[in-house]
């Protein structure tokens, strides 16, 4: 395919630094896979919301690849909860821009980018094929909630069902989130495709590897270092490492003097109460000299945070893929993920790491406490990690939409043939 798309994703900006606020796996997601399409002749339009009024209306990004700012001075300030209010007036504004420009497809990013462009096209999609990637569904996380963790509302579900009824084609992770959107949104299979998420295989290796990284960075060369990288929210599991960490020393004290445990990135939205909560609990369990709290690292440092770790762990409730894990084993590092949703498939169980049915800290413990005195396994398993994560590059991933966005227009054009 050589032709402009719009690609939609207002929650948040692909601008955005990953692991703090509301900016994640998605905001690479967009920004990688826009990059790889470019470079195979595909001009791409990111439209997102303007985070604060000094931001230029379009910023080049990549060859071929602009971020445009919607919204000037509405979304200054707002938390993720209440965008759904600025849904009509963003959806206008798309709709000015889609008639400046020629574009073959819109392809919407999250629930809210979905809702934005239904209002700027119309319900049928007269104009423009809409392409929709959910990245999480509400009712997969409703199933899947944290202890003490809020409900999706019903807002969403409204909002993903109507997606799912409109658009031409949805973009799934995993077979497992195809399954979803067919059994919880009652999608057409038809109309439901799988491409994988990728990993940036240029950034995110083995390096020099572990004694370098712990050299370089002042971490002891014969600590066991576990790893979680990620925004600090419950669904993501953080609390759990924690848990898992008492469990092990109450059961094994002589970890004490080597163990470390690092914690890297910030706050979910405005949640800063939750890091707090993490801090408390890591003192009320008389382990701070063991869990190190950082902020978010960029993407050019975070390999050296992967490599010089002996697990990362990522115990997420629920994960449309994980990128996370497919970054750590792309350096090496084995990983110790719940076994739900898409890091079935970002985790190659007992090749690449380890899968860990549910969330009970005694469980995890004791998996990565033997994990932990099995230097040897866990070499194994860092060679099935750098072998199983070569399969998931972002040019795979951009060939596999842009053969998915070929089939719409080629089905497209067929039929207007017909038709006339």
Request: with cysteine; proline share 5%; aromatic share 4%.
């Amino acid at each position: 395919m050589n032709g402009r798309i719009a690609t939609l994703m207002v929650h948040t900006s692909p601008l955005e630094q990953a692991g703090i606020g509301d900016a994640g796996g998605m905001n690479i997601y967009v920004a990688e896979s826009a990059k790889r399409m470019a470079a195979m002749g595909v001009t791409v339009d990111i439209f997102t919301r303007r985070l604060n009024p000094d931001l230029p209306d379009v910023v080049e990004f990549a060859p071929n690849v602009q971020v445009h700012h919607l919204g000037s001075g509405l979304a200054e300030g707002i938390t993720k909860e209440r965008l759904p209010e600025l849904i009509p007036a963003l959806a206008e504004e798309f709709k000015a821009a889609l008639a400046k420009e020629h574009y073959d497809l819109v392809h919407s990013h999250y629930w809210i980018s979905g809702k934005v462009a239904l209002g700027a096209m119309g319900k049928g999609n007269a104009a423009l094929p809409l392409v929709h990637t959910m990245h999480t569904m509400a009712r997969v996380k409703n199933l899947n909630l944290a202890e003490g963790e809020t409900p999706e509302p019903p807002i969403r579900v409204q909002g993903e069902t109507q997606i799912v009824a409109s658009a031409a084609a949805l973009i799934a992770n995993t077979d497992a989130e195809a399954a979803s959107l067919v059994s919880l949104y009652e999608a057409c299979p038809d109309i439901v495709h799988v491409v994988s998420p990728g990993v940036d295989l240029s950034n995110f290796t083995p390096g020099a590897g572990r004694a370098k990284a712990r050299q370089d960075l002042g971490i002891a060369a014969d600590a066991s270092v576990l790893t979680f990288v990620g925004r600090i929210q419950p669904h993501k599991g953080p609390e759990l490492l924690i848990q898992a960490t008492a469990q092990m020393l109450q059961h094994s004290p002589h970890l004490r003097a080597k163990l470390r445990v690092f914690i890297i990135g910030g706050a979910s939205g405005s949640n800063t109460a939750e890091v707090e909560r993490m801090k408390e609990l890591v003192s009320w369990l008389d382990i701070s000299e063991i869990v190190t709290f950082l902020p978010p690292v960029s993407r050019e440092d975070l390999p050296q945070w992967y490599r010089l770790s002996d697990l990362v762990c990522v115990p997420s409730y629920s994960e449309s893929f994980g990128l996370v894990a497919l970054e750590a084993q792309a350096c090496g590092t084995p990983v110790v993920a719940t076994a739900v949703g898409g890091l079935r498939t970002a985790v190659a169980d007992g090749i690449s790491g380890v899968l860990v049915d549910g969330h009970d800290p005694r469980a995890w413990s004791s998996v990565i406490s033997r994990l932990l005195v099995e230097p040897q396994r866990r070499v194994l398993l860092s060679m099935g990690a750098i072998e199983h994560a070569s399969h998931f590059g972002w040019e795979t991933t951009a060939r596999g939409t842009l053969d998915i966005y070929d089939r719409i227009l080629s089905g497209q054009a067929q039929r207007s043939s017909v038709s006339s």
